[in-house]
C-alpha cells in the first residue's frame, strides 16, 4: 500500500524556534508537496518539488524553507516560527505523467506555536 | 495553479439522502479530482474525471463534468454517517502543475 509518512502528528513549538516537518513516501514519487490548512482558508500551496534537489515556490512560501535532498524525503522548515505559523501542514506526494495526477496525502502535522 | 470553489460551504442531510455537492473554476483543465478529508486528518483521493468525460461512476459516487461550464458535481447516493467528512475539488492541468484546493464542503451526515 501506498504510504506518506509525517514525522510528527503534533508539535509544540515556542516562537523563534527552528522547527523541522519531515515527509517520506514510499512510492518513488518524484513530486512531493507542502500545504498548509487553516480554517476558512482551506488548504494552501507552500512549496513543492519536481524532483530531487528541485524546488519551486507556491502561493505562501514567506517564512518557509524546503529540503529534498533524496527523493523519499521531502522537509518543510520554519526558521525562526512565529504564532501566525500554528496551523495543520500536510505533506502529499505524487507520480510524474503528462497531467496532473493524484496526490496521496499523510496524515498531517498539527503545529502549535507559543 | 488554480483552485476549484467548493459550493455549499456546508451541508447536513439524514443517513440514506444523496448528497451533491457542486465546484466551480476558472480555467481550461485536463482532469478534476474529488478528494475527501475526515477530521483532522489528511486527504483521500476520490475519483478522477478526465476533460473529455462527461460523467464517471465509483460505488456510489458519481461525478459529473461540464467544461463549457467550467463546473463539475459530486453526488454521493444513499448517504451513510460514515460519508461525514469534508469534500474537495482540484482542478487539474499538464504535469508539472501543482494542485490546490479551496476550503470544501462540509458534510454532516446524521444517523
Known amino acids: 500500500d501506498v504510504k506518506v509518512t509525517q514525522s510528527s502528528r503534533y508539535l509544540v513549538k515556542r516562537t523563534g524556534e527552528k522547527v523541522f516537518l519531515e515527509c517520506v513516501q514510499d512510492m518513488d514519487h518524484e513530486n512531493m508537496f507542502w500545504y498548509r490548512q487553516d480554517p476558512g482558508l482551506g488548504l494552501r500551496l507552500i512549496y513543492f518539488?519536481?524532483?530531487?534537489?528541485?524546488?519551486e515556490k507556491g502561493d505562501i512560501p514567506e517564512g518557509y524553507s524546503v529540503s529534498r535532498e533524496k527523493k523519499e524525503r521531502f522537509s518543510l522548515i520554519l526558521e525562526s516560527a512565529s504564532t501566525n505559523q500554528t496551523s495543520m501542514y500536510l505533506c502529499?506526494?505524487?507520480?510524474?505523467?503528462?497531467?496532473?495526477?493524484?496526490?496521496?496525502f499523510g496524515e498531517g502535522s498539527r503545529l502549535t506555536v507559543l | 495553479s488554480q483552485q476549484g470553489e467548493e459550493d455549499p460551504q456546508a451541508l447536513s442531510i439524514q443517513e440514506g439522502e444523496n448528497a451533491t455537492m457542486n465546484c466551480s473554476y476558472k480555467t481550461s483543465i485536463n482532469n478534476l479530482q474529488w478528494y475527501r478529508q475526515n477530521s483532522g486528518r489528511g486527504l483521500v483521493h476520490l475519483i478522477l474525471i478526465r476533460s473529455n468525460e462527461r460523467e464517471k461512476h465509483s460505488g456510489r459516487l458519481r461525478v459529473t463534468l461540464d467544461t463549457s461550464k467550467k463546473s463539475s458535481s459530486l453526488l454521493i447516493t444513499a448517504s451513510r454517517a460514515a460519508d461525514t467528512a469534508s469534500y474537495f475539488c482540484?482542478?487539474?492541468?499538464?504535469?508539472?502543475?501543482?494542485?490546490?484546493f479551496g476550503s470544501g464542503t462540509r458534510l454532516q451526515v446524521q444517523p
Open positions: 518539488s519536481y524532483d530531487v534537489k528541485m524546488k
Open positions: 502529499a506526494s505524487r507520480l510524474s505523467t503528462g497531467e496532473t495526477g493524484e496526490l496521496f
Open positions: 482540484a482542478p487539474g492541468g499538464t504535469g508539472r502543475r501543482a494542485l490546490t
